[in-house]
Nanobody, 115 residues
Framework: QVQLVESGGGLVQPGGSLRLSCAAS????????MGWYRQAPGKQRELVAA???????NYRDSVKGRFTISRDNAKNMVYQQMNNLKPEDTAVYYC?????????WGQGTQVTVSS
């Protein structure tokens, strides 16, 4: 049983910032590479950023230099700092395991970037 709870989304203007949090429970969190995914209406879900168990991160080209993924294994938490947000970042953001997601997804958190 894996539980994932995302939070921190909201409505911001272009250029604004948000910090997303993901609380994970029911898994051996520290051994799993984790990622942030997003899905916009009418579009496929995509992996935005991923972080290995040791803290090595990689990002989708469109968010490089703007997003920073991090984790706190002691607290079973994953974070994503999002700066200089753009309208195309608007989506529901989810956290889950990288490569092979856990079978259960959280509710996600809505990020809306609009003027």
């Amino acid at each position: 049983q894996v539980q994932l709870v995302e939070s921190g989304g909201g409505l911001v203007q272009p250029g604004g910032s948000l910090r997303l949090s993901c609380a994970a429970s029911g898994s051996i969190f520290s051994l799993n590479a984790m990622g942030w995914y997003r899905q916009a209406p009418g579009k496929q879900r995509e992996l935005v950023a991923a972080i290995s168990s040791s803290g090595s991160a990689n990002y989708r080209d469109s968010v490089k230099g703007r997003f920073t993924i991090s984790r706190d294994n002691a607290k079973n938490m994953v974070y994503q700092q999002m700066n200089n947000l753009k309208p195309e970042d608007t989506a529901v953001y989810y956290c889950n395991r990288d490569m092979i997601p856990f079978g259960s997804w959280g509710q996600g958190t809505q990020v809306t970037v609009s003027s």
